[in-house]
């Protein structure tokens, strides 16, 4: 057995759970208790009256009594607090130190308590990761360690017990499946926050290695510079109220991962405190500035010097504050006299689109900056622009939050039932399922706006919200399928077998789908076209659950949810798609006819002006050509002709530093500068000579038109004819 430290875990009692974690609806708070015996620490109390002593109580000053009992308690609280300060902390308390990431090895000593499960296991010894989080697990959930492992060994067949992969699933997700809250009130808790980690950690690697043995004996191994892979984050982080989604958590761990292998301690530390932040800010928001939208939740509001937000109307740019809600887009636009009254862009309707454009003064199109909303042809537009002068991620960042609002209320007219559908009491909770629905696109935009604090972000930040990402993905329809059965499915009140309710109903009792929890989706809630496609079919066909314990809908422990199961079909769709487009993107610039494309996209600019040349030259627009001669013959005869190269240089860097300058600002669009090549025919040997003999054609044509001009200055400057 591991050697105890000074700081131990309570045992499994009947208070555990309350005294490990004492949780409510707002907030968990983690506690330990210190082994040191109380003889060392005992008060030596004096009674009154006690061996002869003859004190008069009334002369006892009472004021001076409560001030030292005050100064008694003040230093106790203040010696508890620097006892506690490695593991209890606010939920706020700060960004995390990049140079103190996890307080060294105070806070994992604390988490190294006593250890009271076996660790071997059939398939090996368990790694101390995964010791760490079933032991704290297990008392979180009011028992010990070795309780949870048999009462694990009981629920479940020999094979899926021999996996302590599974073991780790179980203590974690029973613990995560008591709460159901929007976002889990035990992530403003620091030490919780790292017990994930760790609990990740453990999933990825349940079995302790063999070059681990002496960092396990010793117990002072540390997590630093551990990294959590994609596998890994993408079953633990979803379980967890608030953190990510099933359908884009791989996108999520890209964007967190960055350049690296994995997820760093530090990364998650900072993702998880820029997503509080987010959640308390539009706490703020929503009682602070707009206490009139009640029925609303403020999701995000743009309006700043640096950041502003612009409305383009009449080819007018109007400064303004924008104000994004789960149900519509709000402007106050700042005119002379202060800000306006706000205008409204309803966002729940049908025929609602969201683009990217270009805006500019006379509808020219200069920034590639702007995003357009319409509710459809002949209606009403809004065409804003988004200045960031740190980057230029913000209009698509904002084009990624309006997209989901409004594929959010599609989702919910296409695969929800209607409000006032009767049906919705024949199903326990399927009446909150729209609310369901709208917070996990609203957990979506948080998550999205925590990453954009970061910096980041993908090249697409619509992959990382999930109606968005999902209504252009491969097997996306089957993925929403699955989810309107999480958010409306239920347990039936009614039985549906009752014969006045399925006349009441036209439907039979095999026309529902169920979710991996017995939970029941009505057939007439199918409104989609998509229930009737052969990859819809073929996958409630085979929906059926293999040996798992079925904690909730969300959580199962050795097999996947329904959502698990369409996503990953959805996602290996996608990574071929994206594979396809790769290898398109790797050919372009293979063969002759690709490279000669490449030639003329590079000379394009100088293509560009010599055809205004040649227009000047065989005045197809005389008003053109007149008045680049008077320029030309005022700059020959003012004697100019010394000023001309200074001037186009100062023209030239002036053009320079102003595409930087709208570049920096996002204006110009991630596109501009970048050369594209078309993807060329197949083509086969005969063709490519053909092409070959083409170009050579090309090639000659353009030397004989050299040798002309050429042969044009000879007889200028010889002043003679041309003789070959």
């Not at 009441?504 to 199918?526: C, H, N, T």
């Not at 490449?598 to 000047?616: C, V, W």
């Amino acid at each position: 057995m591991v050697t105890k430290l000074p700081v131990t875990q309570l045992k499994a009692s009947n208070f555990g759970l309350n005294s490990l974690i004492s949780g409510n609806k707002e907030v968990c708070k983690f506690g330990y208790f210190s082994r040191i015996s109380a003889s060392q620490h005992k008060l030596r109390f004096k009674l009154v009256g006690a061996q002869g002593d003859k004190w008069k109580l009334n002369g006892i000053d009472t004021n001076a009594v409560q001030e030292r009992i005050n100064s008694w308690l003040s230093k106790t609280q203040h010696f508890l607090t620097e006892v506690t300060l490695p593991l209890v902390k606010t939920g706020h308390s700060g960004k995390p130190d990049p140079g103190n990431e996890v307080d060294t090895q105070d806070v994992e000593e604390i988490f190294l308590g006593e250890q009271n499960i076996p660790s071997s296991m059939p398939n090996g010894n368990l790694s101390l990761a995964a010791i760490v989080s079933i032991e704290q697990f297990s008392r979180m959930n009011g028992l010990t360690g070795q309780k949870m492992q048999k009462i694990f060994k009981a629920l479940i067949p020999k094979p899926v017990y021999d996996d302590a992969r599974n073991l780790v699933e179980y203590c974690c997700f029973r613990f995560l499946s008591r709460d159901a809250s929007d976002l889990h009130p035990c992530l403003k808790e620091p030490a919780f926050q790292r017990l994930i980690f760790i609990t990740m950690l453990a999933w990825e690697n349940p079995y302790r290695e063999k070059n681990d043995l002496h960092a396990h004996a010793s117990r002072k191994a540390s997590f630093q510079g551990k990294l959590v892979g994609e596998e890994a984050f993408s079953r633990i982080a979803p379980a967890i109220s608030g953190v990510a989604d099933r359908p884009t958590v791989h996108n999520l761990f890209k964007a967190l991962a960055g350049d690296e292998q994995g997820i760093s301690l530090r990364v998650w530390l900072t993702y998880i405190y820029e997503l509080l932040k987010v959640h308390e800010g539009r706490r703020s928001y929503q009682t602070r500035e707009y206490p009139q939208l009640s029925e609303e939740r403020i999701l995000c509001v743009g309006s700043s010097r640096k950041r502003p937000v612009l409305k383009w109307e009449n080819n007018m740019a109007w400064p303004g504050k924008l104000t994004l809600t789960d149900k519509a887009l709000y402007f106050e636009a700042v005119g002379f006299q202060g800000q306006k009254d706000a205008i409204r862009l309803d966002l729940t309707g049908h025929g609602l689109q969201v683009k990217k454009v270009k805006v500019g003064p006379f509808n020219s199109g200069l920034f590639d900056s702007g995003v357009a909303v319409s509710s459809g042809p002949g209606s009403q537009t809004w065409v804003l622009e988004f200045v960031d002068l740190g980057g230029e991620l913000r209009r698509d960042v904002w084009h990624a939050f309006i997209s989901e609002i409004i594929t959010l209320h599609k989702f919910l007219s296409e695969y929800g039932p209607y409000d006032d559908d009767q049906s919705l009491f024949q199903v326990f909770g399927s009446h909150k399922g729209k609310e369901k629905a709208t917070i996990g696109a609203v957990n979506g935009i948080a998550r999205l706006q925590a990453l954009q604090f970061m910096r980041k972000l993908l090249d697409d930040p619509i992959k990382l919200v999930q109606f968005s990402f999902l209504q252009n993905a491969p097997h996306g329809d089957v993925v929403f399928q699955t989810l309107a059965v999480n958010y409306w499915g239920g347990p039936l009140v009614a039985k549906v077998t009752d014969a006045g309710y399925q006349r009441a109903q036209g439907m039979s009792p095999s026309e529902e789908v169920f979710d991996i929890d017995g939970s029941a989706y009505l057939r007439k809630w199918m409104r989609s076209p998509s229930w009737d496609s052969s990859d819809s079919i073929s996958f409630w066909k085979h929906s059926s659950i293999r040996q798992a314990v079925v904690l909730n809908k969300n959580l199962v422990v050795a097999d996947e949810t329904l959502v698990e199961r369409a996503t990953a079909i959805c996602k290996q769709k996608y990574q071929a798609v994206e594979k396809t487009q790769a290898t398109i993107d790797a050919a372009k610039l293979q063969g002759i006819p690709s490279n000669i494309d490449l030639i003329k996209e590079l000379i394009l600019p100088l293509t560009i002006t010599a055809r205004n040349f040649e227009k000047l030259r065989r005045w197809e627009e005389p008003h053109l050509t007149l008045s680049f001669l008077a320029f030309v013959y005022t700059i020959i005869f003012r004697n100019l002709l010394p000023y001309v190269f200074p001037m186009a240089l100062i023209v030239l860097a002036t053009g320079m530093l102003t595409l930087k300058g709208l570049k920096e600002q996002g204006r110009l669009g991630r596109s501009f500068g970048k050369v594209t090549i078309h993807d060329q025919p197949p083509s086969n040997t005969i063709q490519q000579i053909i092409a070959v003999k083409d170009a050579i054609r090309d090639v000659e044509h353009y030397l004989q038109n050299l040798n002309v001009t050429l042969l044009k200055l000879r007889t200028i400057l010889l002043a003679g004819q041309p003789q070959v």
